[in-house]
């Protein structure tokens, strides 16, 4: 059974750092594309990075430059490092699995990262 | 930036069938994929390359895309079916959202 499961989100002040993690079990993740969502309360779905199973990392222009896509494989287990974060960054983030057909089909239960002062 | 646009609301009658749209430039082009989500919940995937059901989703869900509007059709809109749905397209380098569409079941 396909199960992802993010953790590290809390409260952060504006321009401090987050690490973000999400567990994979029933499937590998550096066989796949992994993506992370982002969803601010009350609002619709943002897509924040992909990484492919080759390595290549893609980010949407909001968070390019301050987030960070990795994965380590030993673990496999996912990570967005989030780097100068803003209050607009405030969301539930999630970590989500992808083929090369579906780019996401599988979603984990998110994790919520609140930038406030 | 590429950008999908969602009607925001769709209210349809239990039994009834309901349409949500979704506009992006030359949208056909690319892959087109639709996601329930409900309160609290994370995101369910029900259409993926324009039109294919995953296992588990039900037959009333359908999709279509061509030109520049992808459209998901719920036939018999049952009340278990409210919630919000999201298109995504996407390519290469690029996974974009449309603006979601809250469907209420009246």
């Known amino acids: ?27 590998t993740v ?68 992808g083929t090369d057909i579906v780019p996401t089909d599988y979603w984990g239960q998110g994790t919520l990262v609140t930038v406030t002062s | 930036s590429y950008e999908l646009t969602q ?18 430039d030359k949208l056909g082009n690319k892959n087109a994929c639709w996601y329930q989500q409900k309160p609290g919940q994370s995101p369910v995937l029900v259409i993926y390359q324009d039109n294919r059901r995953p296992s588990g989703i039900p037959e009333r869900f359908s999709g279509s895309n061509s030109g520049n509007t992808a459209t998901l059709t719920i036939s018999g809109t049952q009340a278990v079916d ?8 996407w390519d290469t380098s690029l996974y974009v959202f449309g603006t979601g569409t809250k469907v209420t079941v009246l």
Do not use: H
Not at chain 1, 9 to 24: N, T, V, Y
Not at chain 1, 32 to 45: C, D, E, F, I, T
Not at chain 2, 7 to 24: D, F, L, R, Y
């Open chain 1, 1 to 27: 059974e396909v199960q992802l499961v993010e953790s590290g989100g809390g409260l952060i002040q504006p321009g401090g750092s987050l690490r973000l993690s999400c567990a994979a079990s029933g499937f």
């Open chain 1, 30 to 97: 550096s066989n796949n594309y992994m993506s992370w969502v982002r969803q601010a309360p009350g609002k619709g779905l943002e897509w924040v990075s992909l990484i492919y199973s080759g390595g290549s990392t893609y980010y949407a222009d909001s968070v390019k430059g301050r987030f960070t896509i990795s994965r380590d494989n030993s673990k496999n287990t996912l990570f967005l490092q989030m780097n100068s974060l803003r209050a607009e960054d405030t969301a539930v983030y999630y970590c989500a699995r």
């Open chain 2, 7 to 24: 009607p925001p609301s769709v209210s349809v009658s239990p039994g009834q069938t309901a349409s949500i749209t979704c506009s992006g």
């Open chain 2, 82 to 89: 409210e919630a919000d749905y999201y298109c995504q397209a």
